[in-house]
């Protein structure tokens, strides 16, 4: 959607002006605005126009100032209709309907507007509930884990602040606690080793994964080892073939690095695996184009041990390098042979064995970059390895640089709809999350494909490769609530005073009594609804993106 306003331009000749920034259907949204008062209203109704901020006036007006008409109608009959984008409350427009029927029918238009699919992407994209009875309000799961078990059969993990739980995937009734461990936060599975890596408060414990899924059958608890504490974050990834966890502990203004490399006991035996054993229940593999620095050398350079710090039945874990950098850190990402880590506002290319500093991107120098200093927020989210070059996200943005360091793919620059709380790479898809939906964008183009609106969603496995996302979805909430302010409360309000849900519902939504219809998930003939489940606790839902065609 975008408007156009006439200006004068000569004696006798004026112009059209279009916004700046034109609201994709899939992120516009028409609602009521409250009812104004005093010399304010009138003017805007003699214009028929508001915008700006004033038009999310929210401030309630007394008894006398709409007495002999009725709430949410001008002195002259007219009734006042915003189209607003979702996600920048202050990029809309209000104009006045000629009657409250006909506003009813441009809401209800726009709805259906809205959920019909824009892109193959929106209208092939699948969806299935993995949870909806196992995480009550207040107890959010915040990380999932999907692995193989030793049977074959299909399971995942989740964590949250009670402990972590397991079952098989896609069955809701089946998840079971399986470790008491307080404030589970991350959960890596490393099958090949029998492990699993977790985060607990600040500290990494292992489990071992045979135990985890025998304790599913007696309920139990699973013993873990502290192998760490004090510790910030950890991200797991291969290096020249072989799994690597790095973890980063906080120590005043520097971030401290231990890299931790797993490897088998003389005499064990591995058990038959796939090189994806974390995406395996999780669909297809990510495109080997955007993994190709994740593969072995024929040449394996020579690992030197400091020390061991687990010793396990099957497999050991080893520290193989130790660093510090200045400032705070976010991330670590993997390439062939070095490490990037995500700083505040940059990125450094780090040697795992010495633990020097290679490189700093972008270059502070560099003119080509001065842009980011007119953004309001430089803070770097993450960074993706696209063939031969890399992909650097930002808070506001996103643009390409090449193997040197210089900017490339000039005519490719990602300006996010809403800062997103975090950004994952699903090849070929770039995927920013924030509260209120996901952007989805093609990874090499930047193209917007897809929008999914959720309320406070949270993706359980960013760091996951697959297509499959994890999203847990917050209780008593749809997919979509059509309209906010006033009409939700008003749909709201009719929903208790009949008894019944108080979920705001649009005219399409109460059409359907399975689920809610979303934006990008709409199907090919817009019915296709957001399963619901069991909205008095947490929903996780498993979001599956699909396959496109490449250049490559």
């Excluded at 202050?90 to 309907?97: D, S, W």
């Excluded at 292992?206 to 139990?220: D, T, W």
């Excluded at 969603?457 to 499959?468: E, H, Q």
Aim: charge should be positive.
């Amino acid at each position: 959607m975008a408007t156009e306003t006439k200006v004068p331009h000569a004696k006798g000749i004026s112009r059209y002006i279009a916004d700046e920034r034109i609201v994709p259907i899939s992120m516009l949204d028409a609602t009521v605005p409250a009812v104004e008062t005093g010399a304010l209203m009138g003017i805007r109704e003699v214009f028929g126009l508001q915008t700006g901020r004033s038009a999310l006036m929210r401030h309630t007006p007394s008894s006398s100032s709409i007495k002999g008409r009725q709430a949410g109608v001008t002195a002259s009959g007219r009734a006042p209709l915003t189209f607003l984008h979702i996600a920048c409350r202050t990029l809309c427009r209000t104009l006045l309907a000629s009657s409250l029927s006909d506003r009813d029918a441009w809401i209800e238009a726009v709805h259906k507007r809205v959920c019909v699919p824009q892109t193959l992407v929106e209208a092939y994209t699948e969806t299935r509930i993995l949870s909806d009875r196992d995480f009550v309000p207040g107890r959010a799961p915040v990380c999932s884990a999907p692995f193989l078990s030793s049977t074959g059969c299909q399971m995942i993990l989740f964590g949250n602040k009670d402990g972590m739980f397991m079952g098989i995937y896609g069955v809701p009734t089946s998840i079971v606690r399986v470790s008491h461990a307080t404030s589970i936060s991350k959960i890596h599975v490393l099958r090949k080793f029998n492990m699993v890596i977790a985060l607990s408060d600040t500290s990494l414990l292992v489990f071992s994964l045979s135990a985890i899924e025998k304790s599913a059958s007696s309920n139990g608890s699973v013993p873990s080892t502290k192998i760490a504490s004090s510790v910030g974050f950890f991200d797991v990834g291969t290096y020249v073939g072989t799994p690597l966890i790095v973890l980063m502990k906080p120590r005043g203004s520097r971030s401290h690095f231990k890299c931790i490399q797993p490897y088998m006991n003389e005499g064990a035996a591995a058990p038959e695996t796939s090189t994806t054993e974390n995406a395996s229940t999780t669909g297809r593999r990510a495109s080997s184009s955007s993994n190709n620095d994740q593969h072995a050398d024929s040449s394996e350079p020579a690992v030197r041990t400091i020390r061991v710090v687990y010793q396990g039945s099957r497999a050991s874990l080893r520290l193989i390098s130790d660093f510090s950098l200045p400032g705070k850190t976010k991330k670590v990402h993997f390439l062939r042979r070095k490490l990037c880590i995500v700083g505040a506002s940059n990125f450094e290319i780090v040697d795992v064995q010495t633990g020097a500093s290679l490189r700093t991107l972008p270059d502070a120098l560099d003119d080509d970059f001065s842009f980011i200093a007119q953004f309001d927020s430089g803070q770097a989210l993450a960074v993706c390895k696209v063939g031969k070059e890399f992909l650097l996200c930002y808070e506001e943005f996103a643009f390409f640089i090449d193997n040197f360091g210089r900017r490339s793919r000039p005519n490719v620059f990602v300006r996010w709809e809403m800062r997103p709380t975090l950004v994952t790479f699903r090849y070929p898809y770039l995927v920013a999350v924030n509260p209120k939906f996901l952007e989805i964008r093609h990874m090499e183009t930047g193209v917007l494909l897809s929008v999914v609106r959720l309320h406070k969603a949270v993706c359980l496995n960013p760091d996951s490769k697959s297509i499959v996302l994890h999203i847990a979805v917050k209780p008593s909430s749809t997919g979509l609530v059509a309209g906010t302010g006033s009409q939700s409360s008003a749909t709201q309000s009719q929903a208790s005073d009949k008894g019944g849900s108080t979920k705001a519902q649009s005219p399409v939504v109460a059409e359907s009594s399975t689920g809610n219809v979303v934006p990008g998930l709409a199907g090919i003939d817009g019915t296709r609804t957001f399963p619901e489940g069991n909205a008095s606790f947490y929903r996780v839902i498993e979001v599956r993106l699909p396959p496109l065609k490449t250049s490559k």
